[in-house]
């Protein structure tokens, strides 16, 4: 189990990706049940032309690696459309609703921020000790 757990890649949010370069890949389980039957149409359409990698920058960087261009909501909408009208892309307009919404919600997960542990607030300073009441024949 230890060795799964170094294959998997933490971004600075919450998008979790394993595997190396070109090889990087989400990681299925993160998704909820419905998002997985979108993940799954995903990893075959989308991997048909491009590395998973280069759409898992994309989605963490919020711009293209290739071109620079934003890929905020708007533009992956018309990046799919985009996609969906190339040659032999076999992406139907219904591909492409699911598409759009997958990659939608992959985004907001790479947008997320990191959860973080609220620290432990410090233990209150022990009472300082009084000091003991002077005699009244000085020090013994």
Known sequence: MLATLALVEQSPADLLVKGEGRNRVLVREQ???????????????????HAMGRIIDALRWGYT?????????????????????????????RDARVLTDFLLEARKLAEKPPARVAPEPAPAPAPAPTPAPARDGGPP
Request: charged residues 30%.
């Open 31 to 49: 998704f909820t049940p419905a998002q997985r039957v979108r993940y799954d149409l995903f990893a075959v359409k989308c991997t048909k032309c």
């Open 65 to 93: 690696p290739i071109t620079g261009s934003d890929f905020d909501e708007a533009a992956i909408r018309r990046y799919v459309i985009k996609m969906m009208r190339k040659r032999n892309s076999s992406i139907t307009k």
